[in-house]
């Protein structure tokens, strides 16, 4: 991998872009149990990105990729559910969600380049 820092990983900036706007969206909700688990779960998307990166390993860097990849995918979950909640419009679910899998794309490429 050409890359030297994980600062410069795609995947990684979006995801940082897709916490960025998370926290927007939900920083008023007074459902603080709601309001920590999604800012948690899309925190660690990106984290678990740079983290893997500076691992021994390809395998290593890979486990912490999959980690990342569900995280993402634990984004989407509470998406749904905090739109069915009222707390996010469905324009901005969809928009959040097709964010949500554009990270999914740029991490499984990730995995994909590993592999080879």
């Known amino acids: 991998m050409s890359v030297k820092r994980f600062e410069e990983l795609i995947a990684w900036q979006k995801a940082q ?3 960025v706007e998370i926290y ?15 800012c948690s779960a899309v925190t660690s998307i990106s984290n678990n990105i740079a983290e893997g990166f500076d691992r021994s390993s390809n395998a290593d860097f890979m486990r912490f ?10 984004v989407k979950s509470m998406l749904y559910l905090g739109c069915r909640l009222n707390y996010i ?11 949500s ?13 590993l592999n080879h």
């Open 17 to 19: 872009d897709l916490a």
């Open 24 to 38: 927007r969206f939900f920083s008023n909700i007074k459902d603080f149990g709601f309001r920590n688990q999604i």
């Open 101 to 113: 899998d554009e990270v999914s794309k740029l991490i499984r490429g990730l995995i994909k380049s």
């Open 89 to 99: 419009s469905l324009d901005n679910k969809d928009k959040l969600i097709n964010t």
């Open 65 to 74: 990729l999959y980690i990342s990849l569900a995280s993402c995918s634990e």
